[in-house]
């Protein structure tokens, strides 16, 4: 989404070529590590805390179970807004879009090496899931996937792709199948960037061809962006936007499918992307609280609304991830 990448850099990308590789990958590593820490499990010692996910808070000697996370629980207050609907235990979701960064496979390789070195909360993640502490994944560029895999494997940070095409195999050059991400490694795709619907001309039917060819694969998960312009913002369209937008993005996708938690949610105020403008917590959760309805009405079930894990995507950074996580209906962040 923004402009702090899990080691990326902004849309121009001026820090990864003012700064040498290694001190570049050297203090976004250790961002990354820092931010993911002040969202992690408490010590053992620590009090209850907070983790912006219904305003759920657990002591550290009572863990996640997988029944925690599909039980409804109340609200506790502490995020600026509430809603009605049932209050679920989301898992948060921290991802990473590399966008078109580092410029060389030498300078990925150093990123993601100390990645890997100082992601210490994470090194097995079904552990890390029953313990609550957040599920994290990196978008690097294609050409990197396979160096990412091999680099991070046993860290707990998994990889995805920044974007994905509509058909299996055949002659279609240039385009990349579900398929082969998932026998590459890749276990997240993303779909319907801002960026790929302005500068590329995504429509939602063709974001909503790649979902359910992605879908066709049991081990890739989605991630599917939406998000309003300044203009429509600023003309009060926010709902209607992102309404379109997930109703085209996941027509005649089955009940189940949301229920399985295939389909993470990432909303992209596109203002808010690199032109240095910052969403509010309170219109972070303004905007959730819209998705979420959407999700309910498609649907027809508040359920499915209050299930689906919804990322905030627009110019995160280390510090605004608590503010930003500490609202209930935001479940993450894609940076």
Same mark, same amino acid.
């Given at each position: ?9 902004? $849309? ?55 029944? $925690?996370?599909?039980? &409804?629980?109340? &609200? ?20 990473? *879009? ?22 210490? *909360? ?14 994290? =994944? ?8 396979? $160096? ?9 940070? %998994?990889?995805?792709? %920044? ?79 992102? /309404?379109? %937008?997930?109703?085209?993005?996941? /027509? ?44 309910? *009405? ?12 919804? %990322? ?17 209906? =935001? ?5």
């Amino acid at each position: 989404g923004g402009d702090w990448c899990f080691g990326a850099t902004d $849309d121009d990308g001026g820090t990864l070529v003012d700064s040498p590789p290694s001190e570049y990958a050297a203090a976004s590593a250790n961002d990354v590590a820092a931010s993911l820490e002040s969202l992690g499990p408490p010590s053992v010692a620590g009090p209850p805390r907070s983790y912006g996910l219904g305003s759920w808070r657990k002591e550290a000697s009572a863990p996640v179970t997988p029944a $925690d996370v599909a039980t &409804p629980i109340a &609200p506790e207050g502490g995020g600026s807004s509430a809603t009605t609907r049932p209050q679920l235990r989301r898992r948060p979701i921290v991802a990473g *879009n590399w966008k078109l960064n580092p410029a060389t496979k030498g300078e990925a390789i150093t990123l993601l090496k100390l990645l890997a070195a100082n992601f210490v *909360n994470h090194r097995d993640d079904a552990i890390s899931a029953l313990s609550g502490a957040p599920e994290a =994944v990196i978008f690097p560029p294609l050409p990197y996937v396979a $160096d990412a895999v091999c680099i991070l494997e046993g860290s707990g940070i %998994q990889v995805g792709a %920044q974007n994905v095409g509509c058909n299996e195999k055949g002659a279609f050059t240039g385009e990349i199948a579900p398929s082969m991400l998932v026998s590459s490694g890749c276990s997240y795709v993303l779909l319907g960037h801002s960026e790929r619907r302005t500068i590329f001309g995504e429509t939602d039917a063709h974001v909503n061809a790649c979902l359910r060819k992605c879908l066709e694969q049991p081990a890739l998960r989605i991630i599917l962006c939406v998000g309003e312009t300044l203009r429509e913002y600023e003309g009060g369209m926010l709902e209607r936007v992102v /309404d379109a %937008q997930i109703r085209g993005g996941l /027509d005649g996708i089955d009940v189940g499918v949301l229920m399985a938690d295939r389909v993470v949610i990432a909303y992209e105020p596109v203002w808010a992307i690199g032109t240095g403008l910052v969403a509010t917590p309170d219109q972070a959760q303004a905007a959730h609280v819209a998705i979420r309805n959407s999700l309910s *009405n498609h649907y027809g079930s508040e359920e499915v609304g209050a299930s689906v894990r919804i %990322q905030y995507g627009g110019s995160v950074t280390p510090e605004s991830t608590e503010q930003l996580m500490g609202e209930v209906d =935001v479940d993450g962040a894609l940076v």
